[in-house]
């Protein structure tokens, strides 16, 4: 069925409440990184669902959280900019009967820019279905969402409901992305958040949040589906280089090895990937590193 009407929408919320996760679950496969650790989404990133007659442009951003540098400063700025000029934003709150900080602050600009939005309560396979009417009624009492919609990202429970529900924002024109195409980033960008993920699951406290990733070689070998991957992981300190690599190089092994099994899966071919560990001090604050790293302000 060819493509007729689209909706651009924005995924918003505290960080955490599953927003990378919905993006997956609606799209149908990985194309945004998924951790249990804050800050995990740095930049906006699309996925797109065809459904019907209707492509549906979906943003995920960051979670909503008071900056501590400048590249804070730059997630807060993508979800500000994320608020306008859209069909709808969904946003995504915890099954918990109490309107929080982030979540008060998010209703004050949506009211602010006069923005259609829809309620989505996430993780309702955690708690019991009768304790979910305390948290509508919570957020009834605090904001005039054109809907209220209980789902589990990771069950798949009540997406259904939730797509026919983005679908009736839809408006005729143009199909702003090809069929077969599910995000906006490039393979080599998906690549980098890949190797990002893992070190969010396998390293703890600062170091994770200190880390950049560059992609230096991404290219395929002639006549064959090999493609050869080379990446530079950039911490803030000496320290932090020491744990990515681990002792005898067992954790960027690891790390590389989790990487590379996802990496082909994405891109259905034999990967090579090769990991380097460098040090820039303090490049959250340097204004000009955050942008090359690809954070430019202008999402």
């Not at 309107?99 to 602050?105: Q, S, T």
């Not at 004050?108 to 820019?113: D, G, H, T």
């Not at 309560?121 to 005039?144: H, P, S």
């Not at 589990?152 to 077969?180: C, I, M, V």
Request: with cysteine; hydrophobic share 40%; aromatic share 6%.
């Amino acid at each position: 069925m060819p493509i007729t009407k689209e909706a651009m929408i924005t995924l918003c919320g505290r960080p955490n409440v599953g927003k990378s996760s919905l993006t997956n679950a609606l799209v149908g496969e990985k194309i945004a990184i998924v951790s249990n650790k804050p800050q995990t989404t740095r930049t906006r990133i699309r996925g797109v669902v065809n459904t019907g007659d209707t492509q549906l442009v979906l943003m995920d951003t960051p979670g909503l959280h008071k900056a501590q540098n400048r590249l804070g400063d730059y997630m807060v700025k993508v979800v500000e900019n994320s608020l306008s000029d859209i069909d709808v934003v969904v946003m995504l709150v915890e099954p918990i009967a109490h309107v929080g900080k982030p979540e008060e602050i998010l209703i004050e600009r949506l009211k602010r820019s006069g923005e259609k939005a829809i309620l989505v309560i996430n993780k309702i396979d955690t708690v019991k279905k009768e304790d979910l009417l305390a948290v509508i009624a919570a957020y009834q009492g605090a904001y005039d969402f054109d809907a209220i919609i209980p789902v589990s990202a990771r069950t798949g429970e009540g997406l259904e409901d939730l797509l026919d529900t983005l679908k009736g924002y839809a408006q005729g024109g143009p199909q702003l992305y090809p069929d077969d195409m599910t995000t906006d980033q490039s393979d080599s960008q998906v690549c980098a958040e890949i190797v990002r993920e893992k070190i969010l699951y396998c390293l703890q406290r600062e170091v994770p949040h200190g880390v950049a990733i560059e992609v230096t070689k991404f290219s395929q070998r002639n006549s064959s589906d090999i493609i050869d991957l080379d990446v530079t992981i950039y911490c803030e300190k000496a320290s932090h280089k020491g744990i990515l690599i681990g002792k005898g190089g067992e954790m960027l092994k690891k790390i590389s090895t989790m990487a590379r099994a996802d990496i082909e899966t994405f891109m259905g071919a034999q990967v090579y990937l090769q990991t380097w560990v460098k040090v820039k001090e303090n490049w959250r604050d340097n204004l000009n590193t955050i942008r090359s790293f690809g954070y430019d302000g202008e999402q």
